[in-house]
């Protein structure tokens, strides 16, 4: 099962990022270890990287077997033609997020400030993806947005229904008609790194159609047999919508595991569970089914939901399988 996982990673050479540009967290233009660049694609091995000073995007690779770049990464480049180069270092990252299973991860972008999360009344989205990717946004103290897509096309009662659960919790929920109108996101957008993420089909790729037009990404019909998106980004990729805020698209995604979070992060991810963690009889509680928990009075009281709880469950056994393995 993939999983996605944001992580927080300090950052010890504040010289390298002085003088930003972009969200408080660009890098200058030239270091004389090699030109200075965004990663603005990823494509397996290759990568495309927009050069700060001069904005020309050139070809790279890395050195060796080396492949651990994200889109949003900042990087040293060397030139070795007009437009093709190799990415000598990594500058420090402030984020990470990455996709993984008990074998292997993949990196989807990095230094991201925001995460939206696109679901759509049709197809039907996976809630338990959902709560996965706030649940990742909340372990690396990245703030989320949930983006309900396509309220034009159907009765969009039952989804909204669905979302007052995550609205009650304090998340922003906005539901949207990209085709139609986009005006209502683009403030969230603002001075922001952010990254769509979602499963296929949800319209993530239409909602860069329509806050970038001249981008022309490409778009393809959704399987109304199977309920279910056709996967249209295969690589994430960056655009710049203005001087200080860009966006990731990244591609869809349908289930994952968390594996990269250990069972603290795990239910401090969980913020309805903040103010009780603590306050169990046992310093050890699991939350599962022990004496006097301060979950499972929470619970009762109705101050936890019973979906938010079973889900909690759900993660904490597949972590803790991870761990024993």
Same mark, same amino acid.
């Given at each position: *099962?993939?999983?996605?996982?944001?992580?927080?990673?300090?950052?010890?050479?504040?010289?390298?990022?002085?003088?930003?540009?972009?969200?408080?967290?660009?890098? $200058?233009?030239?270091?004389?270890?090699?030109?200075?660049?965004?990663?603005?694609?990823? %494509? &397996?091995?290759? %990568?495309?990287?927009?050069?700060?000073?001069?904005?020309?995007?050139?070809?790279?690779?890395?050195?060796?077997?080396?492949?651990?770049?994200?889109?949003?990464?900042?990087?040293?480049?060397?030139?070795?033609?007009?437009?093709?180069?190799?990415?000598?270092?990594?500058?420090?990252?402030?984020?990470?997020?990455?996709?993984?299973?008990?074998?292997?991860?993949? *990196?989807?972008?990095?230094?991201?400030?925001?995460?939206?999360?696109?679901?759509?009344?049709?197809?039907?989205? %996976?809630?338990?993806?959902?709560?996965?990717?706030?649940?990742?946004?909340?372990?690396?103290?990245?703030?989320?947005?949930?983006?309900?897509?396509?309220?034009?096309?159907? +009765?969009?009662?039952?989804?909204?229904?669905?979302?007052?659960?995550?609205?009650?919790?304090?998340?922003?929920?906005?539901?949207?008609?990209?085709?139609?109108?986009?005006?209502?996101?683009?403030?969230?957008?603002? +001075?922001?790194?952010?990254?769509?993420?979602?499963?296929?089909? *949800?319209?993530?790729?239409?909602?860069?159609?329509?806050?970038?037009?001249?981008?022309?990404?490409?778009?393809?019909?959704?399987? #109304?047999?199977? +309920?279910?998106?056709?996967?249209?980004?295969?690589?994430? #990729?960056? %655009?710049?919508?203005?001087?200080?805020?860009?966006?990731?698209?990244?591609? &869809?995604?349908?289930?994952?595991?968390?594996? #990269?979070? $250990?069972?603290?992060?795990?239910?401090?991810?969980?913020?309805?569970?903040?103010?009780?963690?603590?306050?169990?009889?046992? $310093? $050890?509680?699991? #939350?599962?089914?022990?004496? +006097?928990?301060?979950?499972?009075?929470?619970?009762?009281?109705?101050?936890?939901?019973?979906?938010?709880?079973?889900?909690?469950? *759900?993660?904490?056994?597949?972590?803790?399988?991870?761990?024993?393995?």
């Amino acid at each position: *099962m993939k999983s996605l996982t944001l992580q927080n990673t300090s950052i010890n050479n504040t010289t390298n990022l002085q003088n930003s540009e972009h969200v408080g967290i660009s890098i $200058n233009a030239q270091d004389e270890t090699g030109l200075q660049g965004t990663v603005v694609a990823a %494509y &397996g091995k290759r %990568y495309q990287v927009e050069l700060t000073d001069t904005k020309q995007r050139i070809s790279c690779v890395t050195r060796g077997k080396k492949t651990d770049l994200a889109c949003g990464d900042f990087v040293l480049v060397k030139l070795t033609d007009k437009e093709e180069g190799v990415v000598e270092s990594t500058l420090p990252r402030k984020t990470l997020l990455f996709r993984s299973n008990a074998f292997k991860s993949k *990196m989807l972008a990095a230094n991201v400030t925001q995460i939206i999360i696109v679901l759509a009344t049709q197809p039907s989205f %996976y809630e338990a993806l959902l709560n996965r990717c706030l649940i990742a946004a909340e372990a690396a103290g990245i703030k989320a947005l949930i983006v309900l897509n396509k309220c034009d096309l159907t +009765d969009n009662h039952d989804a909204l229904r669905k979302l007052e659960l995550y609205s009650k919790l304090g998340y922003q929920v906005l539901p949207l008609s990209a085709k139609l109108d986009i005006s209502s996101l683009r403030p969230y957008l603002q +001075d922001e790194v952010s990254i769509l993420v979602g499963q296929s089909g *949800m319209g993530k790729s239409t909602i860069i159609n329509a806050l970038l037009p001249s981008e022309a990404v490409r778009t393809q019909e959704v399987s #109304h047999v199977l +309920d279910s998106g056709k996967h249209t980004t295969t690589a994430a #990729h960056l %655009y710049h919508l203005d001087a200080s805020s860009q966006l990731i698209d990244s591609p &869809g995604l349908q289930e994952f595991g968390l594996h #990269h979070l $250990n069972t603290d992060e795990l239910e401090h991810a969980f913020i309805e569970f903040r103010p009780f963690l603590g306050k169990c009889r046992f $310093n $050890n509680c699991k #939350h599962l089914q022990e004496p +006097d928990c301060a979950i499972t009075e929470a619970l009762s009281q109705d101050k936890i939901s019973a979906e938010r709880l079973a889900i909690y469950k *759900m993660l904490r056994t597949e972590i803790s399988h991870q761990i024993q393995h």
